[in-house]
């Protein structure tokens, strides 16, 4: 049994670098989040089909908010008590889709900013007996084209 494993299996990998996984319709290039593996959500394509790829390690912040209070089960909180996290939406660098996440540890709301550039981390999520589940977050990078977080 692996000690790490994603929280949800197909929806990202965990290899370094790791890379969130969706489908892309061969007929008309369209992408989707997470990968379904059927039908093009294109509603000018009648594609059935939808090949798996990794998707863009980066991209920009489209909007971000934070928890400020505890999530209900299944949400179980890495701290007692809890302590409120970041979440973004990030519009993918190639892809140019939305992808909802948190935000990487260490990082708040005070980090970040519609336009920001963020990259795509694997961080442990909660532990299950002997195993570690691992989800995605996104992590600001300073200073990659950024010009309006400057000098805070
Ligand atoms: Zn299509």
């Given at each position: 049994m692996p000690a790490a494993v994603p929280?949800?299996?197909?929806?990202?990998?965990?290899?370094?670098?790791p890379a969130l996984l969706g489908g892309r319709c061969p007929a008309c290039g369209t992408y989707q989040f997470?990968?379904?593996?059927?039908?093009?959500?294109?509603?000018g394509c009648d594609s059935d089909q939808m090949a798996t790829v990794p998707l863009s390690r980066t991209g920009r912040v489209w909007s971000y908010t934070d928890a400020q209070y505890q999530p209900p089960a299944p949400y179980v909180s890495p701290s007692d008590p809890y302590r409120p996290f970041a979440i973004a939406a990030v519009s993918l660098e190639k892809e140019q889709i939305v992808i909802l996440g948190q935000v990487a540890?260490?990082?708040?709301?005070?980090d970040l900013h519609v336009g920001a550039p963020v990259e795509l981390v694997v961080e442990p999520l909660e532990r299950d007996g002997e195993q570690t589940k691992l989800v995605w977050r996104w992590r600001p990078i300073s200073g990659a084209g950024d010009h309006e977080g400057e000098a805070r």
């Open positions: 929280v949800i299996e197909g929806w990202f990998t965990v290899d370094e670098p997470p990968p379904t593996g059927t039908w093009c959500p294109n509603p540890d260490g990082f708040g709301v005070g």
